[in-house]
């Protein structure tokens, strides 16, 4: 019986173990997917800065144009 119960122990740590190794990673690649869509944020803010104020250069190149 005693043979028994330190197998099981011994299965339970080894998936304990597997279970950790699998959230470390999971948590990495999260943090990783986490940053891409900071940067892409900071990306999108960026244009869209940019765009706000494309209609103002728009019309002043329009008035400096020759008629």
Request: proline share 4%; charged share 25%; no cysteine.
């Amino acid at each position: 019986m005693p043979a028994t119960v330190q197998t099981l122990l011994m299965i339970v740590t080894a998936l304990g173990i597997w279970a950790g190794v699998g959230v470390t990673i999971l948590i990495f690649l999260w943090n990783k997917l986490d940053k891409r869509f900071d940067d892409q944020d900071k990306r999108i803010d960026a244009l869209h800065d940019e765009l706000k104020g494309l209609p103002l250069k728009i019309m002043e190149m329009l008035n400096k144009a020759p008629r």
